[in-house]
């Protein structure tokens, strides 16, 4: 069970990690997520209708709301960050950060301890990931830690990192009551809602409509690969 639980997280990693670089390289990368969470939500209810179904457990409820508006939260704290800042820097932070938080949330709210092992083993996966993120000096090859924590993107970057932590928490008290693949659609449900006054006001109609109609490969491909990393 352990080994697949790894395994599991593994693959999760890579393909969030996928379709989080092709949303970066888009031209319009809010119409981009939007449209691939709106077709996702489509597809994978469609799929769920003919076998498990698409019903939320009353217990689910509060926990999916809370975790809704904190994927909203993500979803915008995200984007301000890849807009103003590189892939390599955002991604790392925010996902490295994640981790830490999750677990102080998790000791806080459902009293889940780590033996001390544990948390260093986090806090080495966290410093790591700060450090592969620093831009290095070609001539001295020297981290120039001070000018990166100066940035605004980082600040972008740690505030998604608090969202990925409190829908963590949430989510793990959601699944408890619902079948994760079903809660699952539930979470893309929310974002393609509680999203749509975010993408429509920031670009125009025009824009939106141009990035599907031009770079439909890549709505297809982010809402296949976040559908299967969140599941």
């Known amino acids: 069970m352990q080994l697949f639980v790894i395994l599991l997280i593994i693959a999760t990693a890579i393909t969030h990690a996928s379709w989080n670089g092709i949303a970066k390289v888009s031209k319009n990368i809010l119409a981009l997520i939007w ?7 489509v597809g994978y209810g469609l799929w769920l209708a003919t076998g498990l179904g698409i019903f939320l457990s009353p217990s689910s409820l509060i926990p999916f709301l809370i975790s809704a508006i904190c994927e909203t939260g993500y979803f915008v704290t995200l984007v301000k960050g890849y807009l103003q800042g590189d892939l390599s820097l955002v991604y790392p932070i925010s996902r490295g950060s994640a981790p ?42 020297k981290l120039r830690f001070s000018s990166i924590v100066s ?3 980082v600040g972008w970057a740690l505030a998604s990192g608090v969202f990925i932590a409190i829908y963590s928490i949430t989510d793990k008290v959601a699944v408890a009551a619902t079948n994760p693949l079903v809660y699952n659609w539930w979470v893309f449900l929310g974002d393609s809602i509680l999203w749509t006054p975010f993408v429509w006001r920031r670009f125009n109609f025009k824009a939106n409509l141009d990035e599907l109609r031009y770079n439909w490969w890549g709505v297809i491909a982010v809402g296949m690969l976040s559908v299967g990393s969140y599941a």
């Open 151 to 153: 940035q605004r993107v």
């Open 100 to 141: 830490i938080f999750a677990a102080l949330l998790g000791a806080i709210v459902l009293a889940e301890d780590l033996s001390l092992l544990g948390y260093v083993g986090i806090a080495l996966m966290v410093v790591g990931v700060f450090v592969s993120s620093q831009p290095i000096e070609q001539s001295k090859m």
């Open 35 to 41: 449209w691939s969470t709106v077709f996702a939500t």
